[in-house]
């Protein structure tokens, strides 16, 4: 599920949500989102916030950039979630375990 939102004339970065299997039962699956950022060179120009429903990605001074919303399908825990930016790909990575309660497929 992609969805960015923007009224600025900068452009909105490539990007890619996906779902990573769990490793083993015990441990919830994982949605990745990537994200395809050349115009940056390290995590310090961006500002990452994510909610429970939703990323949300900006350059910290709003030049780059036109600000990236993707809603997530599933509630994640946000509270135990990763970021990387991979400098010589030029590509941010958020790893966003899928909250338990989504896992045994009750709602949050």
């Not at 923007?6 to 970065?13: D, E, K, Q, R, T």
């Not at 910290?60 to 997530?72: F, R, T």
Request: proline residues 6%; negative net charge; contains cysteine.
């Amino acid at each position: 599920m992609l969805c960015s939102l923007s009224s600025s004339s900068l452009p909105v970065p490539e990007h890619e949500l996906t779902e990573a299997a769990a490793a083993s039962e015990a441990a919830p699956s994982t949605l990745v989102l990537t994200v395809q950022l050349p115009l940056i060179g390290s995590m310090k120009q961006l500002e990452l916030s994510i909610g429970e429903r939703e990323v949300i990605l900006e350059t910290a001074d709003g030049s780059a950039y036109a600000p990236l919303v993707v809603k997530l399908p599933t509630a994640v825990d946000d509270g135990a979630s990763s970021a990387k930016f991979d400098k010589k790909k030029d590509v941010l990575t958020v790893k966003m375990p899928v909250a338990a309660m989504e896992e045994e497929g009750q709602l949050v």
